[in-house]
Nanobody
Framework: VQLQASGGGLAQPGGSLRLSCAAS????????LGWSRQAPGKERELVAD???????RYGDSVKGRFTISRDYNKHTVSLQMNSLIPGDTAVYYC????????WGHGTLVTVSS
């Protein structure tokens, strides 16, 4: 499984950004796809993921602000991030969960005025 993330960048507090991740590989269709993030000096944490069934999970800090979606035909997963706060500043990683975890390269999101 290979993962290619795009999006990210700089946003002002209260603003929005969208991340996308393209997944490739024969098992992608049955994988859970999602995003984690790691801020400087902090441990990596769950942002959101979506199972092959469509069931979603969100980290407590992003509930109500972020929305994860998945295109089952294109094998992509997207993360719409609204009402951004400086605490959302982190490197965001796309991942796929199968028998093992697969990770894409991180993309930096900076929320600052």
């Amino acid at each position: 499984v290979q993962l290619q993330a795009s999006g990210g960048g700089l946003a002002q507090p209260g603003g929005s950004l969208r991340l996308s991740c393209a997944a490739s590989g024969s098992a992608v269709r049955i994988a859970a796809l999602g995003w984690s993030r790691q801020a400087p000096g902090k441990e990596r944490e769950l942002v959101a993921d979506i199972a092959a069934t469509g069931r979603t999970r969100y980290g407590d800090s992003v509930k109500g602000r972020f929305t994860i979606s998945r295109d089952y035909n294109k094998h992509t997963v997207s993360l719409q991030m609204n009402s951004l706060i400086p605490g959302d500043t982190a490197v965001y990683y796309c991942y796929a969960k199968l028998a093992k975890d697969y990770w894409g390269h991180g993309t930096l999101v900076t929320v600052s005025s």
